[in-house]
């Protein structure tokens, strides 16, 4: 007689994924609390931090009307105004010309929290005035962190936040935002050569309150050196700017350009604070 033997039934189970997690959680826990008591290192992961952004770039740009213009943008965090008496180019600095002058006098306004470069508060050719006539001013207030273009003829009447902390260089009022009136009031300011072809350089800001600092390398009008800027610098986005010095002053160096104008010696500049030398 023969014992039927029993069936071997083999089963399997199935553990849910909620247990793999919480035990993975607890294996874990648990390893981080026996090396916190061994005082052993524990590993940290943490994403790196981004990299900061450049002090400024410099740009190229040829417009449709053959002006081609060379283009620093910077932070006017990182802008210095200056007094030099020689040549942009032969200095150390990175940068470009500033507003008019004559005979080592500053014409332009060029101030710095109510103190112009050359002497004293209200002395001629210090960089408290523009002279003769009110002319358009581009002014940093660094308590609204905001910039303007201010008509005025003496530093006293600018409208700041807080006279310690702005700077404000003097020029000719671009009007980027009036075609109509732009050559009326450019004029009214007293533009020189407006219709001639000349050197041009201008101080503009964008949106975001970035400044772009503007050189010509070829002789143009007022009108194109103006329509170049609005076609090719940040379109779209620019805000307004003032025309600086012409011609032979309109001068500019950085690592990516030296531009001398005539060769002939300016007595103020825009200059960068921060110019990344070790680039």
């Not at 581009?138 to 003496?154: G, H, K």
């Amino acid at each position: 007689m023969h014992t039927a033997l029993p069936k071997m039934v083999r089963t399997t189970r199935t553990v849910s994924p909620g247990l793999l997690i919480a035990g993975f959680l607890l294996g874990l826990w648990l390893s981080l609390l026996l090396a916190h008591q061994l005082g052993l290192p524990i590993a940290t992961f943490r994403k790196p931090a981004p990299s900061p952004p450049p002090p400024y770039t410099y740009s190229l740009y040829g417009a449709s009307n053959g002006v081609r213009l060379h283009a620093l943008r910077t932070s006017p965090a990182n802008v210095e105004l200056r007094a030099i008496a020689t040549n942009v180019t032969d200095t150390n600095e990175y940068g470009m010309n500033g507003g008019f002058f004559w005979n080592g006098d500053l014409l332009s306004i060029a101030v710095i929290g109510d103190r112009p470069l050359k002497g004293q508060p209200h002395d001629y050719g210090s960089g408290w005035t523009n002279i003769d006539v009110p002319k358009g001013t581009l002014v940093w207030d660094e308590a609204s962190q905001r910039f303007s273009i201010q008509v005025t003829d003496a530093a006293n009447r600018l409208q700041v936040t807080d006279r310690k902390r702005y700077w404000a260089q003097g020029g000719v009022s671009m009007s980027l935002n009036d075609e109509a009136g732009w050559r009326a009031q450019a004029r009214k300011e007293n533009m020189p050569v407006m219709d001639a072809p000349r050197l041009r350089s201008a101080a503009v800001y964008d949106r975001q309150q970035a400044l772009w600092m503007i050189v010509s390398d070829k002789p143009c009008t007022v009108e194109a050196f103006r329509t170049a800027i609005r076609e090719t610098i940040a379109p779209g986005q620019l805000v307004d700017g003032i025309f600086l010095d012409g011609d032979g002053s309109s001068q500019m160096r950085s690592a990516e350009v030296t531009l001398r104008g005539d060769t002939r010696a300016v007595y103020q500049m825009m200059a960068l604070k921060n110019k990344a030398t070790d680039r």
